[in-house]
């Protein structure tokens, strides 16, 4: 049996070998699709549903309605073969997901790649996370049922949106630790698109187009910061916010990200006679003062 993909992110889409077989499905038949899809085990019961989608109708329109919006899912995803291979299964009072039938659905593939991410820690992030999570972020097309306003799927999407924000933002914190500071900026600016007044973003962006030589851009970023704040939240810039914009308007290189902490690279000794006792003395004296220089650097950079 062929699979379907179901794109819940963004304007609801059904597809099957790439083409697209949910052209006529009614919104309604879309919402309870979808809520059986991210309810808990891909199961809800009948009065649950009836009551989440159809919440200002009586009793009996409700089930009315449920067997109309369950006869356009089944018109639309049966291929004609008997009832136990349909999509949506009746068990009783309980509407489930067959789980004998080859599906996919975008948002099952983001939260479990978006999940996986959270686990690890930025300085452990590897280039193959990275793309993982640039993977899970491409299927978020759009807020969840983008033409939905119900109160159910209202909740449903901001948990989801909250989690891409989390994605967007150690994807940008993970590139500007590998040196890709052009890829950070990329993350930086979608997650602004979704959290306009994110602010630890926004510094984030003064310090990376400042490091790559936008001193302007920087300094316009946190002009940006600063008015998104007061239109939104009423509020001013966070003392480190503005801080780090004075230290870009004297044109002093901005300290690292906290996220981002030099790397100490040990250096290759030259050739020569075997150290002595005072050499070794010395040079232990010189790597701590180079810890404690780093670590000063840390405790006084702002996040």
Known sequence: MLELRVHLFGPFQIVSTDREVAGSILRKAQELLALVLLAPQRNVRREQAAEVVWPDAGPEASRKAIRQALW?????TDTGGPAGQRLVLTDGDLLRVNPDRPLWTDVA?????ARAAQLTQVEDLTDADLAAMDQASTLYRGPLLASCYEEWCLAERAQLEDLHITLLDKLSRGCERRGRLEAAICWAQKLLEIEPAHERSHRRLMRLYYLTDDRTRALRQFRRCRQVLANELGVRPQPRTEALAAEIGADNP????????PAVRPVAAAPGPPATLDSVRAEVAALRASVDAISHQLRNSPA
């Open 72 to 76: 356009q899912i089944h018109r639309v």
């Open 254 to 261: 901005p300290p690292p990200s906290t996220h981002s902490p």
């Open 109 to 113: 593939v983001f939260t479990e790649q």
